[in-house]
């Protein structure tokens, strides 16, 4: 059974970054594809990007393109998102998961589906001050 566990959030002013960190444990790592979601008060979980099991590709939702990086460690276990410029908005609990479709960095419609994802960790917040 693969477990994730988050790491890395806290609170930061608007313009600020954050590197949040998910290791992942009880699996092999670079078989997985690997997702960010965020959840944010009274909102539905909201995909955030995806990273291909070894080969880089990587996929972001619109409202993060050109601030967030998502990356991987498969020596570490270890999937990263860099987060810049933070927004506010991008207030709420950080998850990672894993995909066994290499779909999520091909299709957005599939990768934006949380129910595409197999395991998750138990999140890390992420607070924006204005």
């Known amino acids: 059974q693969v477990q994730l566990v988050e790491s890395g959030g806290g609170l930061v002013q608007a313009g600020g970054s954050l590197r949040l960190s998910c290791a992942a444990s009880?699996?092999?790592?670079?078989?997985?594809?690997m997702g960010w979601f965020r959840q944010a008060p009274g909102k539905e979980r909201e995909f955030v990007a995806s990273?291909?099991?070894?080969?880089?590709?990587?996929m972001y939702v619109d409202s993060v393109k050109g601030r967030f990086t998502i990356s991987r460690d498969n020596v570490k276990n270890t999937v990263y998102l860099q987060m810049d410029s933070l927004k506010p908005e991008d207030t709420a609990v950080y998850f990672c998961?894993?995909?066994?479709?290499?779909?999520?960095?091909?299709?957005?419609?599939?990768?934006?589906?949380?129910?595409?994802?197999?395991?998750w960790g138990q999140g890390t917040q992420v607070t924006v001050s204005s």
């Open positions: 009880g699996g092999i790592f670079s078989m997985y594809g």
């Open positions: 990273i291909s099991r070894s080969d880089g590709r990587t």
């Open positions: 998961a894993t995909a066994a479709s290499s779909l999520i960095v091909v299709v957005p419609t599939f990768a934006r589906n949380a129910k595409n994802y197999d395991h």
